[in-house]
């Protein structure tokens, strides 16, 4: 009687703890906490636990200098942030009507019941019970295509698939499903993995609330493209750890994961010195990552300027600018935006970013002139 009420007092225990912590939630370039500013400036301060109703300043604030560095209109600009902020945060306040990324629909999962004969599936690990199939966001955190999403692998065929349906390269996009069960006393992807717990993932066609080739889908990619460095080396770690992880996750050793130093972070409380919070500032070389990511995004925000919609000829990396007051480059302004403040300063982060947009808006630009020959010479 005695070890059936222990067990009862743990089980208890460790459901309050999921209550209070939640299943693993998998995103890069964690948000911050600031709330979203819609085109015209209104301010939506953020509510309710965190992190939702928040934003991140990579995904947001940077990708919006960065598109107008890239040559873009004021107005794309506005859409490509917006856009690939609604990634993670599936809805965003506006007035009349919010942003929503939309949901295209979903498949019926596989039946546990069916498809984990021999393995623990007393309890649906992955997706998390904050995904609803009616109303979630096709690239939800937390449904069935977020490791795909969020955690894409740099060179992998996951972000090339995204990039060729960003591009227009082919009208569908092929990604795949992740789903997880593991025993009553399992909440993490980790713990279902070293617990003989059913892992299923599934390739499908994603259906896709916007056009391929669109602005909104290539501000998709570009979401999906920072997270992908962003996550880097939390998946070469998990790819070595034994036994490995069938996607990416972050660990949260709270809830009893293995701590694994590049991937540890606990979205109900995220810290500077945890895996997204060395992201920021000057004591860590993760922020090499950050760095690196901008510059990688700018190199497609400046592709797609130069081939379709921009309107000026995109600015080198060595540019001058006079930023708050201060000579620096184009380049030099994103690693000051990465390594001045620590991942709990963002208001700083935002700050210096609307310098650098007003320095940008004010540079004299070369347009870009783009030759467009008639339609018999194009047949």
Avoid at 95 to 111: D, E, K, M, Q
Avoid at 187 to 206: D, E, H, K, P, S
Avoid at 216 to 229: I, K, M, N, R, V
Avoid at 260 to 288: K, L, M, W
Wanted: glycine share 6%.
């Amino acid at each position: 009687m005695k070890n059936r009420r222990a067990a009862a007092v743990c089980l208890a225990i460790l459901l309050g703890l999921s209550l209070t912590v939640g299943t693993v939630s998998v995103w890069g370039f964690a948000e911050e906490e600031l709330g979203f500013r819609d085109r015209d400036g209104t301010y939506y301060p953020p509510s309710g636990d965190f992190p939702d109703n928040r934003i991140s300043t990579v995904h947001d604030d940077l990708t919006y200098a960065l598109a107008i560095a890239a040559g873009f209109t004021v107005t794309d600009s506005h859409t490509l942030r917006i856009w690939d902020q609604l990634v993670d945060a599936e809805a965003l306040p506006s007035t009349p009507v919010s942003y929503t990324y939309g949901n295209a629909g979903f498949y019926t999962p596989p039946n546990p019941l069916m498809s984990c004969v021999g393995k623990n599936h007393a309890r649906q690990i992955w997706p998390t019970g904050k995904f609803d199939s009616d109303t979630s966001a096709v690239t939800s955190r937390f449904g069935p295509y977020s490791p795909f999403f969020h955690f894409p692998h740099l060179d992998g065929p996951d972000l090339q698939a995204l990039h060729d349906w960003a591009w227009g390269s082919t009208d569908t996009l092929e990604g795949y499903e992740a789903y997880a069960w593991g025993r009553l006393t399992d909440f993490t992807l980790m713990q279902a993995v070293q617990n003989n717990g059913c892992i299923i993932t599934r390739t499908v066609t994603i259906s896709m609330p916007v056009p391929a080739g669109s602005l909104e889908a290539f501000a998709t990619y570009l979401h999906s493209l920072g997270d992908a460095y962003s996550h880097a080396d939390c998946l070469d770690a998990l790819a070595v750890h034994t036994p490995p992880a069938p996607w990416g996750t972050h660990t949260v050793p709270a809830l009893g994961d293995p701590s694994i130093y590049a991937c540890d972070y606990n979205p109900a409380n995220p810290q500077n010195d945890d895996a997204h919070g060395r992201e920021f500032g000057s004591v860590y070389t993760d922020t090499q990552r950050t760095i690196a990511a901008a510059r990688a995004i700018y190199v497609e925000l400046s592709a797609r300027s130069l081939s379709r919609e921009g309107v000026y000829v995109p600015l080198p990396l060595t540019t001058t600018l006079i930023v708050s007051g201060t000579e620096t480059t184009l380049d030099g302004a994103i690693v000051y935006f990465a390594t001045t403040w620590d991942y709990d300063e963002p208001a700083h982060r935002r700050e210096y970013l609307d310098s650098l947009v007003e320095a940008l808006l004010a540079q004299s630009r070369t347009l870009i002139e783009r030759v467009y020959l008639p339609l018999v010479l194009r047949q």
